[in-house]
């Protein structure tokens, strides 16, 4: 979901909110993106949860466990 816009001088930044479930590898892979990416990317927020609390407790398995991921993403972009 985008957030409300916010000048910042000459710039204005856009940010976009988005929850999500996602296993660790997967979740790894969306941060590298955005790491990657260009305009440049800034997370301004990121929660994860376990929401069932077995990954903690799981014996040595290769499930991949479903964790809840919020994240807050933003870029800057000059205006004219």
Known sequence: QPMPE?????????????TVEAD???????LHAIDAARPLLHVD??????PDGEWANAPQTNAP???????????????P
Do not use: C, F, P, Y
């Open 65 to 79: 466990n479903k964790l809840q991921v919020e994240l807050v993403v933003s870029a800057h972009m000059r205006v």
């Open 45 to 50: 927020k990121l929660v994860v949860r376990d």
């Open 6 to 18: 916010a000048r910042e001088g000459a710039l204005t930044k856009i940010a976009v909110q988005s």
């Open 24 to 30: 660790v590898k997967s979740l790894i892979a969306a």
